[in-house]
């Protein structure tokens, strides 16, 4: 009886390990074919049709994070190719990564009559003050990148991915690309709220991955990073 009951307990586990490791693998399976999707290229445009005539003769200031940022940098090339593209005079200024400097950039926008100030990943609540200045000048700001601006916010208008669906991703790629196999070190900048936001979620993500791992975490900051994070 001993016997037949040890196999018995026998067949159970493995049967119970079989259905985990199926699991485990149908996981992995949806995350790849998230990831899959995620790398489609775009061929249908969803936004408006149309738009309000475009003013003449504006110039704006874009205000970048860091030159040392890609995502700043993209960011604000884009806001400068798309002025440029209605005539507009659009001058770049590099933030250093340095909320002094961010603050003094939007404070020269202001002397110069800026009509407008673009915050290429430049975040709002570090430079609040200034903006708040902006808006009594009637210089118009735009928030790239960062999340979305409070109702009182002097932010006029805002454009942004939406950073938890990017952090989840990532995380199915990354169990993709590992073989469900990652063992991850994330290095986090948390001055940044839409930065938050993303390893929030892919810590979420990750976790479904049953044999990827997140062996540890490091705070960094973008004006420290170039001397700091090799």
């Not at 936004?47 to 940022?69: D, F, L, R, W």
């Not at 735009?142 to 990532?170: C, K, T, Y």
Request: proline share 5%; hydrophobic share 45%.
């Amino acid at each position: 009886m001993l016997v037949s009951r040890m196999a018995g307990l026998c067949t159970a586990v493995l049967v119970l390990a079989g259905l985990s490791a199926a699991r485990a693998d149908d996981q992995l399976a949806a995350m790849g074919t998230a990831a899959d999707q995620s790398r489609k290229t775009v061929t249908t445009w969803h936004g408006p049709t149309s738009s309000p005539p475009i003013q003449k003769n504006k110039n704006i200031y874009v205000i970048t994070c860091s030159s040392q940022g890609v995502g700043c940098t993209r960011a604000a090339a884009g806001a400068k190719e798309a002025g440029e593209a209605a005539g507009w005079t659009v001058r770049i200024i590099d933030g250093k990564g340095d909320p002094g400097t961010w603050n003094g950039a939007i404070q020269s926008a202001i002397a110069a009559k800026a009509d407008g100030i673009v915050l290429a990943a430049v975040p709002p609540a570090l430079v609040g003050d200034a903006l708040e200045r902006a808006k009594k000048s009637n210089v118009a700001i735009v928030s790239i990148f960062n999340p979305i601006p409070a109702a009182d916010s002097p932010v006029f208008a805002w454009v942004r991915p939406e950073h938890p669906v990017q952090g989840a991703l990532m995380a199915d790629w990354v169990a993709q690309d590992s073989n469900g196999q990652a063992r991850v070190l994330i290095i986090e900048d948390r001055e940044f709220g839409e930065l938050r936001q993303r390893v929030d979620a892919f810590k979420k993500e990750i976790a479904k991955c049953t044999g990827c791992e997140v062996v540890a975490s490091e705070d960094t900051t973008l004006g420290t990073m170039v001397q700091r994070l090799a």
